[in-house]
T-cell receptor
Framework: GQNIDQPTEMTATEGAIVQINCTYQTSGFNGLFWYQQHAGEAPTFLSYNVLDGLEEKGRFSSFLSRSKGYSYLLLKELQMKDSASYLCAVKNSNYQLIWGAGTKLIIKP | IAGITQAPTSQILAAGRRMTLRCTQDMRHNAMYWYRQDLGLGLRLIHYSNTAGTTGKGEVPDGYSVSRANTDDFPLTLASAVPSQTSVYFC?????????????FGPGTRLTVL
């Protein structure tokens, strides 16, 4: 079967750094996406990785290791507005996105 | 309009009733998708359309139907609603299905079936 695993909830302090992990097993691989979803809102795109390595975009970075079926999202200089759920999704061989259940990130002052 | 709109925003529906959730995009994207999101579960694909005139079944298609008569609209119909269809429904679109093409989401419809 196809499976995306990520922690259910994480807590971090404002100004700190947090790493959200995602492991996956899918039928084929055509890229990994990270989305942010604030409570009651729609998911919004954060990052895309298809090759191994780190992609940096401002305070957010995303890493991929295809051989390990592993990715992480790194958030630096945390702000209160970063309190949200972070969704990991893999595009499989049928070009369909398989989604993890999301990691709820709680930022404390 | 800009992006994707969905209607209604929320709805309470009696079991057994028929309901159509509307989705419209103005980005001229080829591909469109319907997902449901339930607490503790990831987004699950209900139906998709790679281009106008074609549709396909996703992971959880039973009890739902879709049509794609033109590029902009992708309605989702529940023929006879059941309580297990209580969920938040998101419509999404992407320029293409392959590779790095990002999916953009509408604001969602919160549906309660009693």
């Amino acid at each position: 079967g196809q499976n995306i695993d990520q922690p259910t909830e994480m807590t971090a302090t404002e100004g700190a750094i947090v790493q959200i992990n995602c492991t996956y097993q899918t039928s084929g691989f055509n890229g990994l996406f990270w989305y942010q979803q604030h409570a009651g809102e729609a998911p919004t795109f954060l990052s895309y990785n298809v090759l191994d390595g780190l992609e940096e975009k401002g305070r957010f970075s995303s890493f991929l290791s295809r051989s390990k079926g592993y990715s992480y999202l790194l958030l630096k200089e945390l702000q209160m507005k970063d309190s949200a759920s972070y969704l990991c999704a893999v595009k499989n061989s049928n070009y369909q996105l398989i989604w993890g259940a999301g990691t709820k990130l709680i930022i404390k002052p | 309009i800009a992006g994707i709109t969905q209607a209604p925003t929320s709805q309470i529906l009696a079991a057994g009733r028929r309901m159509t959730l509307r989705c419209t995009q103005d980005m001229r994207h080829n591909a469109m998708y319907w997902y449901r999101q339930d607490l503790g579960l990831g987004l699950r694909l209900i139906h998709y359309s790679n281009t106008a005139g074609t549709t396909g079944k996703g992971e959880v298609p039973d009890g739902y139907s879709v049509s794609r008569a033109n590029t902009d609209d992708f309605p989702l119909t529940l023929a006879s609603a059941v309580p297990s269809q209580t969920s938040v429904y998101f419509c999404a679109s992407s320029e293409r299905t392959s590779g790095a093409y990002t999916q953009y989401f509408g604001p969602g419809t919160r549906l309660t079936v009693l």
